[in-house]
């Protein structure tokens, strides 16, 4: 079957850096992405990746292997407004998004 | 960037009745919608997906007949929910993608509370 994974909730302190890891197994691979969802609200575009490597978008930067069928984002000079929750997905063999459950980031001062 | 819209935004109505919600998008022709389903702390699922001039194909344990997607254009998709109950009440989620980009613009969502 496909599967994401991703841890369901992390900590970080306002100004620190946290990574946030994602694994799939899924039937193809046509890209994955990196989406926030603040509580109540739909999701917004973060990153796609479909080559290895990092890229860069300001504070956030996303990473995949695919290889390994890993992902991290990282978000650097965390904001209060990060708290939101994470979603990864992969966009499997037949164009169709694979949901991970989420991680939710919790920021404190 | 792309603009999907979705109205309303929230909806409140008593259970048996039908409620019905609209996903547009602004400024590009969506090829294919998706309607998706949110549970309180849980992770986006997916209800159907729906190609332009054609019949939506609906995931595993979505009935069709209750949940009734109309896609007649390349820039409006309809979920209708039919005879409405109480578990039915959820976040209501479309996102759209036009032509060869894979990437989905998400609707803001619909919140809907059957009474």
């Known amino acids: 079957g496909q599967n994401i994974d991703q841890p369901t909730e992390m900590t970080a302190t306002e100004g620190a850096i946290v990574q946030i890891n994602c694994t799939y197994q899924?039937?193809?691979?046509?890209?994955l992405f990196w989406y926030q969802q603040h509580a109540g609200e739909a999701p917004t575009f973060l990153s796609y990746n479909v080559l290895d490597g990092l890229e860069e978008k300001g504070r956030f930067s996303s990473f995949l292997s695919r290889s390994k069928g890993y992902s991290y984002l990282l978000l650097k000079e965390l904001q209060m407004k990060d708290s939101a929750s994470y979603l990864c997905?992969?966009?499997?063999?037949?164009?169709?998004?694979?949901w991970g459950a989420g991680t939710k980031l919790i920021i404190k001062p | 960037g792309a603009v999907v819209s979705q109205h309303p935004s929230w909806v409140i109505c008593k259970s048996g009745t039908s409620v019905k919600i609209e996903c547009r998008s602004l400024d590009f022709q969506a090829t294919t919608m998706f309607w998706y389903r949110q549970f309180p702390k849980q992770s986006l699922m997916l209800m159907a997906t729906?190609?332009?001039?054609?019949?939506?194909?609906?995931e595993q344990g979505v009935e069709k007949d209750k949940f009734l997607i109309n896609h007649a254009s390349l820039t409006l998709s309809t979920l209708t929910v039919t005879s409405a109950h109480p578990e039915d009440s959820s976040f209501y989620i479309c996102?759209?993608?036009?032509?060869?980009?894979?990437?989905?613009?998400f609707g803001p969502g619909t919140r809907l509370t059957v009474l």
């Open positions: 996102s759209a993608r036009g032509g060869s980009d894979n990437e989905q613009f």
């Open positions: 729906s190609n332009e001039g054609s019949k939506a194909t609906y």
């Open positions: 997905a992969v966009l499997d063999s037949n164009y169709q998004l694979i």
């Open positions: 899924t039937s193809g691979f046509n890209g």
